[in-house]
Nanobody, 125 residues
């Protein structure tokens, strides 16, 4: 069974940090580009960060640049999202998703093949 499982969410105070993990089972994550998405209450889901198969291309939405870092450990079949200096507006359900590589090798936020069920991140004092 092909699965993506997110973990690492929780309640954190503003300014705190969390590291989210996206673990794959049933397929080799190194063959896929990965995206992290989030959905805040009452808002549409948005792409937060993505990484290509080789880890040579990453992208971040403007609101998280300089605070979030995406990385991958193919030996562990896992992709991470390190989130620092968290703000209340970072609150939401975070999902990871995988897709086959794009033609030019850049990571994108569309055409995802597999999705996880999400992990909740709450930033509040």
């Amino acid at each position: 069974q092909l699965q993506l499982v997110e973990s690492g969410g929780g309640l954190v105070q503003p300014g705190g940090s969390l590291r989210l993990s996206c673990a794959a089972s049933g397929f080799t994550l190194s063959n896929y580009a990965i995206g992290w998405f989030r959905q805040a209450p009452g808002k549409e889901r948005e792409g937060v960060s993505c990484i290509n198969t080789r880890g040579t291309n990453t992208n971040y939405v403007d609101s998280v640049k300089g605070r979030f870092t995406i990385s991958r450990d193919d030996a562990k079949n896992t992709v991470y999202l390190q989130m620092n200096s968290l703000k209340p507006e970072d609150t939401g359900i975070y999902y990871c998703a995988a897709r086959t590589p794009t033609r030019f090798g850049y990571c994108v936020y569309y055409g995802m093949d597999y999705w996880g069920l999400g992990t909740l991140v709450t930033v509040s004092s």
